[in-house]
């Protein structure tokens, strides 16, 4: 089964929204209800959302690629014109479309959490299986 043919199955039963306005406001009530920071997706452009609320499957269509610089930590973030994550509670995994950039380099993004023992620190974590951690409160609105 190909990546296009999982992503089309994962879709099936979402709740698909369109518009900036709406999708900011859906991604903001998403990541409220996961007990993530609504900061953490900062795309001004999104053109459309949509969430499986039965399997957590979640993504986001912008125009085009979105550079973002968190100031409170010094990260530069890049997302794709499509995120693509299954969200549950305090943790996004399987994701796809978001690099940080380290050092010299980009580094792919496969899983962001919130530790359930500190909730002050929020975990990404690459492929590779490296880690770093930041404050929470630089990633809220």
């Not at 380290?102 to 880690?131: C, P, R």
């Amino acid at each position: 089964m190909s990546s296009q043919e999982t992503k089309q199955d994962q879709r099936k039963g979402a709740e698909i929204f369109n518009g900036v306005l709406v999708c900011k406001q859906k991604a903001h009530e998403i990541l409220s209800t996961m007990n993530l920071p609504k900061g953490l997706l900062p795309l001004d452009t999104m053109t459309e959302i949509g969430f499986n609320k039965s399997t957590g499957y979640f993504w986001i269509k912008m125009k085009n690629k979105v550079q973002h610089k968190f100031k409170t930590i010094g990260k530069n973030v890049s997302y794709d014109s499509e995120v693509t994550a299954f969200v549950e509670n305090r943790r996004m995994r399987s994701l796809t479309g978001i690099k940080s950039k380290e050092l010299l380099i980009w580094v792919t993004i496969s899983e962001i959490f919130v530790d359930d023992q500190d909730t002050t620190k929020i975990t990404f974590a690459g492929q590779s299986g490296l880690s770093r951690s930041f404050p929470v409160c630089a990633f809220e609105d």
